[in-house]
């Protein structure tokens, strides 16, 4: 890895021919009708995730629970933040009905942080998961959990109602985590990630990474040591795109040929089980596929 990146170029004033966002489709849009009328949100919007269109028409949406404002001020999300409204009991069941409208087969169930929570909302997520099994059991229940703040009690909760996979994202480099979240920690991302392959072997665990923050190649190859060392099956590394001009600056882009070289190093030398890099990679893309690779289909 000693060769790349190559050595740092200006921004280009425009974004690359390989950063390409492609409009809803009207099959999207309908389906975004279908949300807004359960009252349901999801990452795929609130984070203007580039892939809406390919992962819904494939079966997958990623569900947004625990409301719309999150807790913490992260500078490279798109995210609301402020002072949360109270649960809403009837979240499960709604994101069970959307699951069946949409006619999903793997859904992904995230969360905003709530650092108001005495549980971080653990127990909304357990509940999402119980009932996405019960009603639904030809579906595949991926979650996307926040940090919890370290507290492996919140964590076991969710693990107790039996995801299939259980999916909490590093996003960057250590040297940039204060700054880009003020309101994390590191050693409470790894916490998480080790402490749920160390409780359920069985689960499958995930994470993902965005370049093009500051970090440098070296910083990169160690993070994502850190991820393999810490038991994670599956990791996804895509370009990070601010939201506005408020956002954390973008340092530089990756080119393609620089994603193509990260992904043989996690795959072939760190021996990830699923490897997804490229520039619009999400941390749900191509989730689907990563599970019944992993799983061998079964359920």
Known sequence: ???WPPNVTPLPPRRPEWIKVRPLTAEAAQLRQLLDAQR???VCEEARCPNRNECWRGGTATFLILGEVCTRACRFCAVRHGRPEPLDGAEPERVVAAARLMGLRHVVVTSVD???LPDGGAGVFAAVIRRLRAELPECTVEV????????????EEVIAARPHVLGHN???VPRLFRALMPQSRYHWSQTVLVAAKERAAHILTKSGLMVGLGETAEEVVATLTD?????????????YLPPSRQHWPLARYYTPEEFQTLRAFARDELKFGWVECAPLVRSSYRAAMAVEALRGGGR
């Open 1 to 3: 890895m000693s060769h």
């Open 40 to 42: 349901l949100h999801t």
């Open 114 to 116: 709530r650092d108001d």
């Open 144 to 155: 996307l959990v926040p940090d919890f703040r370290g507290r492996v009690a919140a964590l």
């Open 170 to 172: 590093i996003e960057t």
């Open 227 to 239: 991820l393999r060392a810490w038991g994670v099956d599956i990791v996804t590394v895509g370009q």
